[in-house]
């Protein structure tokens, strides 16, 4: 599926410039590549730098700033996204990029994730709750993990590490 959609992606973004270079003229369609990646480059870093700054509030607070980094990596993409040439991949970015569509997106990502138990190609994930705090393997409360009797922290002065080249 995905190899599907890396062949037929760049075939229609062809023929879409092909169409709009038909309809507009060359130097125009140009023109107007070069300014969607203008302005989509700098709404990316305008976006990007609102996504961070909500990352270090939620960090500062003591919580996990999950959703924060999770629009981060959208508008990241959306970033990527629009410095490609074309019409679709820049209606992509855009709308990656507008926080209402994002949030969006977001959610059909995260439910995507939640119907994996957050395991994958992308990693776990917990959404909600408080970093360092709370239920969680070795911590008390309903879906922690119980400790195994099999597994000893130990020190760092009772080991010894050697590595071999």
Known sequence: MLLL???????VELMLL??????????????IVIGTAIV????????GLSVMRRCQAEMRAGRQPTEAMLEGVLV???????????FLSDALGILC???VTRQKLLAVLKRRLAATG?????GGFHFGGSMGRGPGPGRPGPGATPPDPAVRDLPSDAYEVRRED
């Open 5 to 11: 959609l890396f062949i037929l992606a760049p075939l």
């Open 18 to 31: 092909i169409k709009v270079g038909a309809m507009l003229g060359p130097v125009v369609t140009v023109l």
């Open 40 to 47: 989509g480059s700098s709404l990316a870093r305008q976006q």
């Open 76 to 86: 990241f993409a959306a970033g990527l996204v629009l410095l490609l040439p074309g």
């Open 97 to 99: 990029l507008i926080p």
């Open 118 to 122: 957050g395991r994958g190609p992308v």
